[in-house]
C-alpha cells in the first residue's frame, strides 16, 4: 500500500501543475455545471456538487469562478449536451482501469479512449469488467505530521468511517454523502486539508516491478487524462519500491 500512497502523493502534485495551466480548471467548470444543472446549486443539498467543489478548491480554483460554473448550471446552459460515460478495462501487468467522460460526442469519445489503452499495451473491457474491483469514497488528505488522534475525533463526529495513516500522510475516508459535512467539520476545527475528493479506491492492488512496463502505464493514464473528454482515470496501480526509485531519476 506505501507504493500506492506514494502514486496518489505523485498524482496530487501532477495535478497542481497542470491545474495551472488551465486544463484541469476546464475539467473542473464542466463537472461543476453538470452536478449543479442535475443536483441543483446547493453544496449542502447536492454531495457531488459539494465534493467535486472542495477538489477544485484543493487545486486553488478560485470561488468567483466555481460560483460562475455553479450559476451557469443552474440556470439550465443546454447549448451542449454532455453524456456522462464511464469506460473500463485494463493496462499491461493486468492494471484495471476506470475511465470517467462527459462528451457531446460518444462516436469520438469512445474512440480516443480505446486507441488510449490500444497503443500502450491495454485494452478496454466490458461494463462491470473491473467496477467491481472499486468502491468510491471521499478521502480527506492531512500531512502526516498533523494531530492524528483530534482529526480522528472531529471526523467520526462529523460522520467519517474511517482514518487510515502511514508515513506519507493521514487520511479520513468518508462516504459519498457524508464527505462535505466532515471537510467542513475538520475545517472549522482548524484542520485545513492537503486534498479533499470523492475517489474511487480498488480493493486490490496491481503490483507492477518491471520499469517498461510502468512506463506504459504511466503513458496510458497520461494520455486518457490528456483527452478533452475525460473526467477522471482511476486505477489499481501500485508500484514497487525500485520502480519508484527509477521512475524519480
Known sequence: MAGH????NIKHKKARVDASRGK???????????AARLGGPKEEDNPRLRAIVAKALSANMSRDVINRAIQRGAGGDDDKRLDELTYEGYGVGGVAVIVETMSDNVNRT?????????KNGGNMGTPGSVAFMFTQRGEITFP???????ILEVALEAGADDLEAD???????TTPVAFGAVVDALEAAGFKPENAE????????????????AEKIIKMIDMLEDLDDVQNVYTNVSFSDDVLAALSK
Open 5 to 8: 500512497s506514494k502514486w496518489a
Open 24 to 34: 484541469v480548471f476546464t475539467k473542473f467548470i464542466r463537472e461543476i455545471t453538470v
Open 110 to 118: 469512445v474512440g480516443e479512449v480505446r486507441h488510449a489503452f490500444s
Open 144 to 150: 502526516a505530521d498533523a494531530d492524528e488522534d483530534r
Open 167 to 173: 508515513e506519507d500522510g493521514i487520511v479520513v475516508v
Open 198 to 213: 470523492v475517489t474511487m479506491r480498488a480493493s486490490t492492488d496491481a503490483e507492477i516491478t518491471e520499469l517498461a512496463q
